[in-house]
């Protein structure tokens, strides 16, 4: 699991665009410069960010919650305060983690985080190339036992529908019976969407990660037949919100569909 990774400062990153949000260190001056101009369209990115990795601390916390140790974080990013690893050993200390990223800078810093810790792997992948990555994932994650598969903030970055429903398709079919799916994507939640919208899309358009937002009942079916908890797919906002937490505005509610899934 621990190939050499190669890194292209010169060109933007989704994930180190996402981590510049975040107020992380690792991106270069290309993904920082996109980050500014995605800003200026829309103020309010930052917001919409945190409240997606929100509800990630919330997901984790809800399957460690059930008694799952193990976690498939498909799409994970570079890592940060929040993130699957420090949310589940928070609560279960011997989970075992597989992450997986496109990016290579994502990856590389997985690994140096984890070090030597034999619960934890990194996977420079392709997250709908299914069979790799399970292949590679069972080594670490025994897929007899519930899994938690976390698909959170990247799917907008998988244009092809077609291709990411196989995969999660494959994904669904892979884990025993108590897994867990969790999922959120950008979305316009009512409406046309808004000017700024198509503006952030061209940006994203311009770096490593195109992004498209997708509707409601094409989110819905990234689940299949697996019963959602409640609340269902709502605002990521609105999926079991923290109790006196601040209502983060229209604009943030409806730009990020999320959902939590449970295999019967």
Not at 44 to 71: H, I, K, N, W
Not at 167 to 183: C, F, I, M, N, T
Not at 252 to 259: D, E, T
């Amino acid at each position: 699991m621990g190939a050499d990774v190669e890194v292209d400062p010169q060109r933007p990153s989704g994930a180190r665009v996402y981590d510049y949000y975040l107020g992380g260190t690792h991106h270069f001056a290309a993904d920082r410069e996109a980050a500014e101009v995605a800003l200026a369209a829309m103020p309010e990115l930052p917001a919409v960010l945190r409240c997606g990795r929100d509800f990630l601390r919330r997901a984790v916390t809800v399957a460690a919650s059930a008694g799952l140790s193990q976690y498939l974080d498909l799409g994970a990013g570079i890592p940060a305060a929040g993130d699957v690893p420090s949310t589940a050993r928070a609560l279960v200390g011997d989970a075992r983690i597989v992450s997986v990223d496109v990016d290579p800078v994502a990856v590389v810093h997985t690994r140096r985080l984890a070090g030597d810790d034999p619960r934890s792997a990194a996977l420079l992948a392709d997250l709908t190339d299914a069979g790799a990555v399970l292949e590679s994932a069972a080594e670490l994650l025994d897929l007899e036992r519930p899994v938690c598969l976390l698909v959170v903030a990247v799917a907008h970055f998988i244009p092809d529908t077609e291709r990411l429903g196989r995969a999660l398709e494959r994904y669904r079919d892979a884990v025993a019976p108590g897994s867990y799916l969790a999922l959120s994507h950008a979305c316009n939640d009512g409406g046309e969407p808004p000017p700024y919208a198509h503006q952030v899309l061209r940006i994203y358009n311009h770096t490593t990660s195109p992004m498209m937002m997708r509707e409601r009942d094409e989110f819905r079916a990234f689940f299949g037949d697996w019963p959602l908890l409640d609340p269902g797919v709502v605002p990521a906002a609105s999926w079991r919100p923290s109790p006196g937490g601040e209502d983060p505005g229209e604009v943030v509610r409806r730009s990020l569909l999320a959902g939590v899934a449970v295999k019967p």
